[in-house]
């Protein structure tokens, strides 16, 4: 029991000082002192807590006075949580809210910080999460004739204010560069909501459709699967419009940018897609294989929707794929190493599970051993693996070879490769040894047992299919590894990475350096270098300078510079 009571308070307290530690490292990189950065960690983490409490509150008041003026019987527990929420929360929220405007107006450096631009994004995002959320919960409710959900209308009044007013904050007092990761944040968002409300919704529509023209009985209100659906792909397409369309899709094409429109955009397109095919292939193979009870119209009923869902995530994956096309020729990024060896490992994955259940029930036949019906659905499980995952992975393992044979030096040096590589390396040659001990103690205890037969073919079948299918995996890529090894070209010439920018303004150049795949890290100038000639003038300057953080540089001849920051 105290255990259980400790343990939300450790996770918070973790958590605190993991955000301590990430945004103290980042703002003494900016010249701030740990001071300064364990002020405004806490400062902004109060701030949120209070937020969000008197949100709870205010939402809870609201709906018990509409249920009392209704007649109805309210918990006082709750009003009493509500109010002391209220009471507490808001006039501590309001007290922080104007301390941090009075920073913001008195110090360049406040709207600059990793804590400012950190509460403005979890506030945006969760703001957007919750809103999102009881607008679907609304609009789905009262288009389906199930009335006015009061709570759902109340909560997202509220959580919609508060994401328009800090949005509003954010464009007036934040660094843009800063709110890049909020913008893709809700773009993800926004993506996600559409797309699985398209999906769905779509998918009914379809099912609806076949049902209509095979006469299949329908279980359950087809309004509701149909409406509720299309209001999230409204909303989100709204939300993802106002993130991406407007504001991310124009920004400079970082990494994250990159990952973004590779991952949440592409992998996502191309795993719908690939599900959607096996889904339906996987319903023909078993009509065909398994003899299933029902009629035809029946047993295909999912078909339509597995057809939906590839033409949404079809749709998904093009227009991301046209997205990273626009911007011209571009350099093999890790993103695009990361995404290709994704596919190429889960292809990879499905094909070897398809191959070990074939073999196993090949050798189930050679031991003479009943297939049932149920059997023959796992073949069919088996061979749309096998069908599904061997295009996926030879699609895309084979681009990266042909990146490797275009840029050995690059492919082969690259961490993701080498991750991939010994991963199925050492996964699928652990399977094998494993599978080979489970083979070979099953064949020594029938030897000793004098019961060698067809029994001892039956129980060896998985443990042999394993070993054959692992092994084969593992050699396969233990030979890559041996072949990369032997041809290894000498490590790429290091290039830039990390760019330490001095300036008064340079968002220009941060954004140039940015797109050319560069770290930067950008000390804000408070004035222009002056130029010293010795030491003693360098402490005298120091001695007499008013900010806390300077820099000082020495010169090819002999002298210095030094520049004030803010």
Same mark, same amino acid.
């Given at each position: ?102 920073? *913001? @107006?008195?110090?360049?450096? &406040? %709207? !600059? =910080?990793?804590? #400012?631009?950190? $509460?403005?994004? /979890?506030?945006?995002?969760? +703001? ?116 991406? *369309? @407007?504001?991310?899709?124009? &920004? %400079? !094409? =970082?990494?994250? #940018?990159?990952? $973004?429109?590779? /991952?949440?955009?592409?992998? +996502? ?116 693996? *096998? ?180």
């Amino acid at each position: 029991m105290a255990i259980g009571g400790l343990l939300p308070i450790l996770i918070v307290v973790g958590i605190i000082v993991l955000v301590v530690r990430l945004l103290g490292s980042r703002e003494r990189s900016s010249g701030e002192s740990s001071g300064v950065s364990v002020r405004r960690v806490f400062q902004y983490l109060a701030m949120l807590a209070t937020l969000v409490i008197s949100c709870i509150g205010v939402a809870g008041l609201i709906d018990a006075a509409a249920a009392s003026a209704r007649q109805i019987t309210v918990d006082t527990g709750e009003i009493a949580r509500s109010i002391s929420f209220v009471v507490v929360g808001l006039p501590a929220f309001t007290a922080l809210a104007a301390y941090t405007r009075r920073g *913001l @107006r008195d110090d360049p450096g &406040e %709207a !600059r =910080s990793a804590g #400012w631009a950190s $509460y403005l994004t /979890l506030t945006l995002f969760v +703001s957007l999460v919750v809103s999102i959320s009881f607008l679907i919960a609304l609009f789905g409710r009262l288009l389906t004739g199930d009335g006015l959900d009061r709570v759902a209308l109340v909560n997202a009044v509220i959580w919609g204010g508060v994401w328009a007013a800090h949005w509003w904050v954010a464009q007036r007092y934040a660094d843009a560069g800063n709110m890049r990761l909020e913008h893709l944040l809700g773009s993800l968002v926004g993506l996600s909501v559409m797309v699985a409300g398209a999906a769905i919704a779509t998918a009914n529509i379809f099912v609806e459709f076949y049902d209509a023209v095979f006469d299949v009985p329908v279980v359950g209100s087809a309004r509701e699967a149909i409406v509720t659906p299309l209001v999230a792909f409204i909303v989100g397409g709204l939300a993802w419009s106002w993130y991406w *369309l @407007r504001t991310a899709r124009r &920004e %400079a !094409r =970082s990494l994250l #940018w990159t990952a $973004y429109v590779l /991952l949440a955009g592409v992998l +996502s397109g191309v795993l719908m897609v690939v599900g959607g095919l096996g889904t339906g292939l996987f319903r023909v193979l078993q009509w065909f294989l398994a003899d299933p009870s029902g009629t035809a119209a029946a047993h295909f009923e999912v078909v339509p929707a597995a057809i939906a869902v590839v033409l949404v995530g079809g749709a998904d994956w093009t227009y991301h794929r046209l997205v990273l096309s626009a911007g011209g020729e571009r350099g093999r990024t890790e993103v695009d190493r990361v995404y290709g060896y994704l596919l190429a490992g889960a292809g990879l994955l499905v094909t070897g599970g398809g191959i070990a259940t074939l073999l196993t029930y090949a050798v189930w036949t050679l031991a003479g051993t009943e297939i049932t019906g149920s059997d023959n659905d796992v073949i069919a499980v088996a061979l749309t693996l *096998l069908v599904v995952g061997g295009p996926l992975w030879a699609i895309y393992w084979s681009r990266i070879q042909r990146a490797r044979a275009s840029d050995a030096a690059e492919e082969v040096h690259s961490t993701t490769r080498r991750v991939y590589l010994f991963a199925i390396l050492g996964v699928s040659g652990l399977v094998a040894l494993v599978s080979l001990i489970v083979l070979v103690y099953a064949v020594v205890e029938d030897a000793l047992d004098g019961t060698i037969g067809s029994a001892t073919l039956d129980a060896a079948a998985v443990p042999l299919a394993l070993v054959v299918t692992a092994g084969a995996l593992a050699w396969y890529h233990f030979v890559v590894v041996r072949h990369d090894r032997a041809e290894m070209p000498a490590a790429p010439k290091p290039h830039v990475r990390d760019v330490i920018l001095i300036t008064a303004d340079g968002q220009d150049l941060t954004q140039a350096l940015t797109e050319a795949d560069m770290r930067v890290r950008t000390f804000h100038a408070a004035s222009n270098p002056v130029d010293l000639a010795s030491i003693d003038e360098v402490l005298a300057a120091l001695g007499s300078e008013t900010h806390q953080t300077v820099v000082v540089v020495t010169t090819e001849e002999g002298g210095f510079e030094v520049v004030p920051l803010d």
